[in-house]
């Protein structure tokens, strides 16, 4: 049995060891929160708002999940822009959490495009991760008696030779100041006159129309000329106007072929009409130029790597190259993990190229150099 002496002894040591264990305990520094390696980033999840009306006169929060319950991003770059434009018109922002005010005032009745990246560093370079885009649309929603203006055909540029084995979008800007409360409506057809219409879907709110590359590659014809058009159809009022009539061709094999273009018979009122076969019209295309990343690659928003990065050309990715720079140095291509109609830039030494001469690509002007110059990469693509 242990003495007073003893005792007390014991208390004060026990007293003293929890006393340790708190003071070491409220001194010890949260756990960090495990970064996400650049290898490892993951889309995000769950963008809002997506597909919905917001209220334009007030700020817009944009939000979203990560995906990877392991680790978190360095942080967040956010992209938004309009489909006005065949270039990105928005900006890039960056946030460390999972919620951003986008600063400023947007648009009413406008279709906004907006993409979240999770960003985390290798050997002290930040890297990209996948892209995962979200839109929405600002009000008000048009009254049921507004006058609807005119939609406006945007993409793709009028008579562009388009190869069905890879994504066609069709995109347009509604020039009213509200948003139609009910959905766009396209036709597709192999005349002018739209009497052999071969497609018709409407879109929601959506001011663009993706086409399968299933139904492209098996209802288009091949050296083919497509005309569409667009209007709204309001819910519960008459539709409004069509669009100027827009035109595609088709080229399946990416190779020189005659141009099939349909005309339709013209009637006249003495003799039936007799049918007109369709009219051949000589035009050559040129072979599309491919090209394929080496690794994972920047993809700019101009031609030299003092131009922010606006997505990225992912390791074994192919793109159809759309025009060059005037040294052939810098390739211009569709925005891989954008909406179509977005365009950026990849450098030259990532990719290899493969199918038609690149020297018959367009020359694209590069867009003004940017005031404030971006962080070094160890490569332009890099």
């Known amino acids: 049995m242990l003495n007073p002496r003893q005792l007390l002894r014991r208390g004060v040591i026990i007293s003293l060891l929890v006393l340790t ?71 890039v922002q960056t946030s460390s959490s999972t919620a951003f005010n986008w600063p400023g005032t947007l648009t009413q009745g406008t279709t906004y495009y907006w993409t979240v990246y999770p960003v985390a560093y290798s050997n002290g370079q930040p890297v990209r991760g996948p892209g995962q885009l979200a839109y929405f649309y600002t009000g008000p929603v048009c009254a049921a008696d507004a006058t609807l203006a005119v939609p406006v ?149 101009g031609p030299g790597p003092e131009y922010p990065i606006l997505d990225t050309l992912y390791y074994n990715m192919s793109q159809v190259a759309r025009g060059r720079n005037e040294d052939s140095t810098w390739w211009y291509i569709n925005s891989p993990n954008i909406a179509p109609g977005y365009f950026c830039w990849v450098w030259g030494q990532t990719v290899t190229l493969s199918g038609g001469d690149p020297s018959q690509l367009p020359i694209i002007p590069p867009p003004p150099e940017p005031t404030v110059t971006p962080e070094p990469t160890s490569t332009p693509g890099g």
Request: hydrophobic share 35%; net charge negative.
């Open 153 to 301: 055909a945007v993409f793709p540029p009028e008579g562009a030779s388009l190869d069905p084995s890879a994504a066609i979008a069709l995109r347009w800007d509604d020039p009213s100041n509200c948003t139609p409360n009910g959905s766009y409506y396209v036709e597709i057809a192999k005349s002018p006159d739209f009497a052999s219409v071969v497609y018709a879907n409407q879109t929601g709110r959506l001011t663009e129309l993706w086409l399968s590359v299933s139904w492209a590659q098996e209802a288009t014809q091949d050296c083919t000329k497509y005309y569409w058009r667009v209007q709204a159809r309001p819910s519960g009022s008459a539709a409004g106007p069509w669009s100027a009539t827009a035109s595609f061709l088709v080229n399946k094999i990416g190779s020189a072929c005659t141009l099939i273009e349909v005309s339709s018979p013209t009637p006249t009122l003495a003799v039936p009409p007799s049918p007109v076969p369709p009219t051949a019209t000589e035009t050559s295309f040129p072979q599309a130029v491919f090209l394929q990343a080496n690794k994972n690659t920047n993809c700019r928003s």
């Open 21 to 91: 264990t708190v003071l070491t305990a409220c001194g010890q520094p949260a756990a960090p929160s495990t970064i996400c390696s650049a290898e490892t980033l993951r889309a995000a999840a769950n963008l809002s708002p997506h597909d919905v009306v917001v209220d334009a006169s007030k700020p817009v929060t944009l939000s979203w999940t990560t995906s990877d319950p392991a680790c978190t991003p360095d942080h967040y770059e956010i992209t938004l822009g309009t489909s006005t434009e065949g270039t990105m018109p928005g900006s």
